[in-house]
């Protein structure tokens, strides 16, 4: 460890994930879109029964839309302005993870959201997830990007297991 990281000596688990805004607070989506009524549960009960720490990403579709936008895609989005504001979203959070890394704590996940323009992780991957990934690569920080889907839950979990013994 370089002499400018402190490792804390308490009961941190020195793991954290960032979450999609949506995973935490489905009020957050677009109308007609919510799974649930106020987070999903399942994922937020398991990174934490993992004892890794959660970081909620910011929500660029109701900072750019606001709350009653209709639902959108990503091409609709994908402009320069609403591109700017997710790589600023990015480059703020990339310099929190890197704040963290001072301390010995480390980015252990990223979960984005299926089907989302912004935070969808798979082919085609939202906006805000393509910024966050350059913004992490060009500071040379690494995590794995999962890709959560509400109504395969069961096996997302499963999944994501696996994904952190590698």
């Not at 489905?26 to 934490?48: C, F, I, K, Y």
């Not at 969808?120 to 690494?142: D, F, Y």
């Amino acid at each position: 460890m370089s002499e400018n990281k402190k490792v804390m000596s308490d009961k941190r688990g020195g793991e954290i994930a960032l979450v999609a805004h949506c995973i935490l607070n489905q009020n957050s989506r677009a109308p007609g879109l919510a799974t649930r009524a106020g987070a999903v549960n399942e994922v937020v009960r398991w990174l934490m029964q993992k004892g890794i720490g959660i970081i909620q990403l910011p929500c660029p579709e109701l900072v750019y839309a606001g709350s009653s936008r209709p639902p959108q895609t990503k091409k609709q989005y994908d402009n320069p302005r609403y591109r700017n504001l997710c790589r600023k979203f990015a480059e703020d959070i990339v310099s929190q993870i890197q704040e963290y890394e001072k301390c010995g704590v480390r980015l252990k996940l990223v979960v984005g959201v299926g089907r989302s323009p912004s935070c969808a992780v798979n082919e085609p991957s939202g906006i805000l997830m393509e910024e966050l990934r350059k913004t992490l690569h060009h500071r040379e920080i690494s995590a794995p990007f999962y890709e959560i889907d509400t109504e395969g839950l069961k096996e997302d979990l499963t999944e994501l297991e696996e994904l952190l013994r590698q």
